[in-house]
């Protein structure tokens, strides 16, 4: 039994997801995309501390809406960030054409998940491991992913449909790596030190755009977003008096409470 097979096995989860709050009118907004076994709800304290309109997106309703089949144009403008799955199905939404956003935050992401020649991932045999779990039992096989790296619990946070095994599947199938070396898109990569699932450096095996920077998040671990809410809040709010879409992602008033 490997590793990760061990740790698919979890307790039933309890929680609420919150619902995204769409912005108003003609004005850019902050999008958020949540990772596999996350809600959007995982957002709810940066949302909190950002001023102006926000909206929170599980995977599968972006998934749904930009990677889908029914044809829709090109979604335009905005700030948009991506944890983990939520990252990578950003990249793929922009390489097929169907985001163009005017600044985009990569959390803890990689354009290839799965390892490869010459490639820090996921083995395909782990992948696998998770996969099976998953298609038996999707929460109790979320439960035992968060366990098994630290993220918080299935009784903090619930999982719902987002531990859906089509997520899984995204991040076999997306290899976006060629998109970095030609992105356009003012682009920050934040990635955390010790990170098991995730290298933090993937960024050495691949040329970059020169729009595309890489960041340091100040914990360590995939979950390193839960404790960064602050430090995200700010880069979404981009170089102060620069920024023409900072409005739309502006910190707000309170501190934020780690």
């Excluded at 096995?9 to 709050?21: E, L």
Aim: charged content about 25%.
């Amino acid at each position: 039994m490997s590793e990760w097979t061990a740790h698919y096995h979890g307790r039933v989860d309890a929680g609420q997801t919150a619902d995204a709050v769409p912005p108003a009118e003609g004005v850019p907004a902050c999008h958020l995309v949540a990772g596999w076994s996350f809600g959007a709800g995982m957002f709810d304290e940066l949302r909190r501390h950002l001023a102006g309109p926000v909206v929170a997106h599980d995977w599968r309703a972006f998934a749904a809406d930009r990677l889908g089949n029914d044809g829709k144009d090109c979604r335009q403008g905005g700030v948009w960030l991506g944890w983990s799955l939520g990252g990578t199905l950003l990249l793929e939404a922009i390489a097929r054409g169907r985001l163009a956003p005017d600044r985009l935050l990569l959390v803890g992401a990689t354009p290839r998940f799965l390892a490869g020649d010459d490639w820090p991932g996921v083995p395909m045999a782990e992948w696998r491991a998770l996969r099976r779990a998953a298609r038996r039992d999707p929460r109790q096989a979320a439960c035992g992913f968060r366990e098994r790296f630290a993220l918080p619990d299935c009784e903090q946070w619930s999982v719902g449909e987002a531990a859906d095994v089509a997520g899984l599947d995204w991040l076999a199938q997306v290899d976006a790596r060629e998109l970095l070396g030609r992105l356009r898109v003012p682009t920050e990569l934040w990635l955390a030190p010790d990170d098991p699932l995730i290298p933090a450096d993937w960024i050495r095996h691949l040329p970059l755009s020169e729009v595309v920077v890489s960041r340091s998040l100040p914990a360590a671990g995939h979950g390193a977003i839960f404790e960064c809410w602050q430090e995200l809040a700010q880069a979404l709010a981009g170089p102060a008096g620069r920024d023409p879409f900072a409005a739309a992602c502006r910190p707000g008033a309170e501190p934020i409470n780690r």
